[in-house]
């Protein structure tokens, strides 16, 4: 099915985010939130090599010395212009299939990242995601695309947006790429849930969930948190105030 093409998660990472600075190294389940999700996407069953994007900034240097203890690659690149840092990070390890992922989704499945990659790979697309038509809950976002088809990208937008959104250039221009989206099952579908970490409270939620599926050891999947969220849903009110950013919102 690969096509003896190499399969590499980024992960898009730095310690200055706005909402939450310092939120990839905030501690889910007793580990770096950055490391947790490392630990559940080296579940997956197609990833070749993971490797982090963070920037050349020195406040970045702790995700630097936390991929150095995990035993993670990293690649260091431009603050601002994102799509350029992830292709470069994709290309320092000699990827031909990016799976784009954000330091932000820590819950990341890696059974749901296969099922992109399998998707991808099915029939002649350029960029499958699950993002596009959203059904998943927030914060099981995948996309995957190839490194030359990000290279085309790269040579035909300037636009910041762009850059900063390293593949909404693919889905703003459908007439112009052979797109595919992964509609959740009816057990995962639940869009409006957040399960990402941009703010204080989906910290608070996220670190609640991991305690109680702590018997797990951080390898429970979409669906035991779903479940859970559906069995408890006082929950979900931990973070039902949090707006999601758009992409305009740079």
Request: proline letters at 4%.
């Amino acid at each position: 099915m690969k096509n003896n093409r190499r399969i590499v998660a980024t992960i898009e990472a730095r310690m200055t985010s706005t909402r939450l600075p310092g939120k990839v190294l905030l501690k889910i389940g007793g580990k770096p939130a950055l490391e947790y999700m490392i630990k559940r996407i080296e579940q997956s069953k197609l990833i070749d090599e993971i490797v982090v994007a963070t920037t050349t900034k020195d406040s970045d240097l702790p995700i630097i010395d936390l991929c150095a203890r995990v035993g993670c690659k990293h690649f260091r690149g431009s603050e601002q212009d994102v799509l350029l840092r992830v292709l470069d990070a994709a290309k320092s390890v000699g990827a031909d299939i990016i799976v784009e992922l954000t330091g932000d989704c820590p819950f990341i499945d890696p059974e749901i990242i296969d099922k992109l990659i399998e998707l991808y790979f099915s029939r002649d697309y350029d960029y499958a995601s699950n993002v596009v038509e959203r059904s998943f809950p927030d914060g099981f976002d995948t996309q995957v695309f190839s490194v030359k088809s990000l290279e085309r990208v790269s040579e035909m937008t300037d636009d910041p947006i762009d850059r900063v959104h390293v593949s909404c250039y693919f889905y703003k221009n459908p007439h112009k790429f052979k797109l595919a989206n992964l509609t959740a099952p009816e057990e995962l579908t639940w869009p409006d849930l957040r399960l990402t970490l941009d703010e204080e409270a989906d910290y608070h939620l996220l670190k609640l969930i991991a305690e109680k599926l702590e018997h797990h050891k951080g390898m429970f999947s979409a669906l035991d948190v779903i479940s859970l969220l559906k069995q408890e849903p006082y929950l979900i009110k931990i973070n039902k105030h949090v707006k999601t950013k758009e992409i305009n919102d740079g």
